[in-house]
């Protein structure tokens, strides 16, 4: 079949709905159907691929500079926890036209800690949505240290303030944007995860890296934040180039029944 017949917008639909069909934009090759992304941080505003096929522009910043998407994009180089080889090849095209199918159809396999995404540690599909979507304020951490008792009073966060995104030296070094996992990272330490939880009406907490926790003191920080089961804990935020300040946040994940995580898109409204 010739695959520039258009096909009926019905049909795409459901196999979208179907089984996350997900098509991309060719440049480049990891598998011809698809391409690694160079450079994910950057950019891409190319409007017209080879063959004067219009290609939409990516984007981190929508509707007039109003909405930021704090998702990080799923490519092959992002890095996995605890892992020197990141995500590597997660996404195969498993039905294509070219191969005498109706439509192409993806494929994806992925841990569901995996990039941008909650780790609620017990069923995600019991979270609530309130929690995840709702006013927020994006602060700057101290760049010099993890995230103690000390830092968090020094925050000053007004009671009353439910979901915080916190940004950290991980965003300004890149450390989501680099495959090698980078234990280094700034996280919450335990007493910083206990002062949270015992002196803030803070029910959303968001970081910029694979954990929230410091890697130290990963299993206590964790534990001290998910006990009261009513703290939801958003990993992997791509909080680059977003003013700090107040906006409306809006995080998804899948439900995923049984899980204890998934993969989130998470953005925020000026
Ligand atoms: C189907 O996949 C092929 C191979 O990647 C691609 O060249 C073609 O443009 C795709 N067609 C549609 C309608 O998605
Ligand atoms: C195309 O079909 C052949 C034969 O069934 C199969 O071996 C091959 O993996 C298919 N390739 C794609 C991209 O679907
Ligand atoms: C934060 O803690 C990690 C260990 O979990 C450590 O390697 C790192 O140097 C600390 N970062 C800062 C800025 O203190």
Known sequence: MDSSLPL???????????SLAISLSSAGSTTAAYPSIPGA????????GGDGVLIPPRREVHGNGRIFDISHKYVPEMPVFESNDGLGHFLWLQKSMKNGSIANNSEMKIPTHTGTHVDSGFD?????????????LLVDVPRDTNITAEVMKSLNIPRGVRRVLFRTLNTDRRLMFQKEFDSSYVGFMVDGAK???????????????????????????????LE??????VESL??????AGI???????LRLVGAEGSPIRCILIK
């Open 124 to 136: 995600v599909d019991t979270l609530d949505l309130e929690v995840l979507n709702g006013p927020a």
């Open 247 to 253: 906006y409306s946040v809006h995080c998804l994940p």
């Open 195 to 225: 002062w949270l939880a015992e002196n803030t009406d803070i029910k959303l907490v968001g970081l910029d890296y694979l954990s929230v926790a410091a890697y130290e003191h990963l299993i206590p920080s964790h534990e001290a934040f």
């Open 228 to 233: 009261g089961r009513e703290i939801i804990l």
């Open 41 to 48: 941080g950057a950019d891409d505003c190319s409007l017209s």
């Open 8 to 18: 009926p917008l019905p049909l795409l639909a459901f196999l979208a709905a179907l």
């Open 238 to 243: 791509k909080l680059d180039d977003v003013p």
